[in-house]
């Protein structure tokens, strides 16, 4: 089974700072890779598809990168809507799809 | 819209059993796979298993194997998941998720979540 690991967790910063989270899988998942955004009490949203693409509707200030086992999610400047818990996703060793532990967002 | 509705809040016994049901609106049924996915109290999203809604096959996580049963019905647009042999560490928010394929796979969007509380 692939394992997914995320880092840092959790993660301080403040409004207006540029935010990375990174996601490493134990092995090689091309490009297979989503970033969703969980908030407390709400339904996971899908904000990153394909390690790269921005859902529609999803603010720009979010992007991703990477492929192979090294992933990025980043934030380019954190405004307090952002305050949620991110995860990574893959999809290449189906049927697992597997989430990533988790990076909880918080504003300092 | 696309809509998936979960039922309400359950709270069981340690070995009880329990259904959750997540009913589909505004799409076409059994043209998209539907996931189960759970969050433990203080714990990441983890992934249940797929049922795919055309022919009713599924794929559970090895985790779950022998103890979950995902299932559909096509009449009412409603997809069930049935956990049995329920223990304190199930205790969770039970989420289903629509998957799309293409362009590439995803999970949207999800159910409002079932908390499953287990306890004697």
């Known amino acids: 089974d692939i394992q997914m690991t995320q880092s840092p967790s959790p993660l301080s910063a403040s409004v207006g700072d540029r935010v990375t989270i990174t996601c490493q899988a134990s092995?090689?998942?091309?490009?297979?890779l989503n970033w969703y955004q969980h908030k407390p009490g709400r339904a996971p949203k899908l904000l990153i598809y394909?390690?790269?693409n921005l859902q529609p509707g999803v603010p720009s200030r979010f992007s991703g990168s990477g492929s192979g086992t090294d992933f990025t999610f980043t934030i380019s400047s954190l405004r307090p809507e952002d305050v949620a818990t991110y995860y990574c996703?893959?999809?290449?060793?189906?049927?697992?799809?597997?989430f990533g532990p988790g990076t909880k967002v918080e504003i300092k | 819209q696309v809509q998936l509705v979960q039922s309400g809040a359950e709270v069981k016994k340690p070995g009880a059993s329990v259904k959750v049901s997540c009913k589909a609106s505004?799409?076409?049924?059994?043209?998209?796979?539907i996931n189960w996915v759970r969050q433990a109290p203080g714990q990441g999203l983890e992934w249940m298993g797929w049922?795919?809604?055309?022919?009713?096959?599924?794929q559970y996580a090895e985790k779950f194997q022998g103890r979950v049963t995902m299932t559909i019905d096509t009449s009412t647009d409603t997809a069930y998941m049935e956990l049995r042999s329920l223990r304190s560490d199930d205790t969770a928010v039970y989420y289903c998720?629509?998957?799309?394929?293409?362009?590439?796979?995803?999970?949207?969007?999800w159910g409002q979540g079932t908390l499953v509380t287990v306890s004697s």
């Open positions: 998720a629509r998957e799309v394929v293409v362009p590439a796979l995803w999970f949207d969007p």
């Open positions: 505004g799409y076409i049924f059994s043209s998209f796979p």
């Open positions: 049922i795919g809604v055309y022919n009713g096959n599924t």
């Open positions: 092995q090689d998942i091309k490009n297979y």
């Open positions: 394909d390690a790269s």
């Open positions: 996703q893959q999809y290449d060793n189906l049927p697992s799809r597997t």
